[in-house]
């Protein structure tokens, strides 16, 4: 019993751990002590920098991670993107490059961007991919390829450990054996 409490213990602690790059500035906090109906408002009167500090802290420490600000900041579309390749230049984080790709994932399906004629930012996209090790390799992968599409991939049941079952087959006109 005590080994599953240390393990657990362990886990909570180094596991929802924020990015030590990017620790939650005053104005972040400030942000999230706010009540939600006023966030977006509050938002929108930051500077690009509290932004991204506010959606970085918002998707890397906050549970579960705060899809909001993947909304709002990728409705700035053309306006935040070479800011966001330059951030993405140079960061190895692996849950910076993912929090970048989902807002990229945002903008393209939102149309506010279509990436898929910009063959710079994609290469840039494939080759922070390529780094990733972690488990989030996959929703990254699924991420960049809705960047390129500008269509919505969902997440196969296996990604969340869960094997389909023949019945819940998802194209229906398939027969099940």
């Known amino acids: 019993m005590r080994k599953i409490v240390c393990i657990v213990s362990l886990l909570i602690v180094f596991?929802?751990?924020p990015n030590p790059d990017i620790p939650p500035s005053e104005s972040t906090m400030?942000?999230?002590?706010t009540p939600l109906p006023v966030r977006?408002?509050?938002?929108?009167?930051?500077?690009l920098d509290e932004q991204y500090k506010v959606l970085i802290y918002g998707i890397q420490a906050r549970h579960p991670p705060d899809g909001a600000v993947v909304l709002w900041f990728a409705e700035e579309g053309l306006?935040?993107?070479?800011f966001l390749i330059d951030k993405l230049r140079v960061t190895q984080d692996e849950r910076t490059i993912y929090a970048i790709i989902r807002v990229f994932s945002t903008m393209a399906l939102k149309r506010r961007?279509?990436?898929s004629k910009d063959?710079?930012?994609?290469?840039?996209?494939?080759?922070?991919?390529?780094?990733?090790?972690?488990?989030g390799k996959d929703a990254v992968l699924r991420m960049i390829s809705q960047v390129r599409t500008r269509e919505f991939v969902p997440l196969p049941r296996q990604d969340f450990g869960?094997?389909?079952?023949?019945?819940?087959?998802?194209?229906?006109?398939?027969?099940?054996?």
């Open 162 to 177: 869960l094997p389909l079952k023949k019945k819940e087959h998802l194209d229906s006109s398939i027969p099940v054996k």
């Open 113 to 115: 961007y279509d990436f």
């Open 30 to 33: 400030d942000f999230y002590n």
């Open 119 to 135: 063959q710079e930012i994609l290469t840039l996209l494939d080759q922070k991919a390529q780094g990733i090790q972690g488990i």
């Open 79 to 82: 306006n935040v993107i070479p």
């Open 40 to 47: 977006e408002q509050k938002f929108k009167t930051y500077s």
């Open 15 to 17: 596991g929802c751990m």
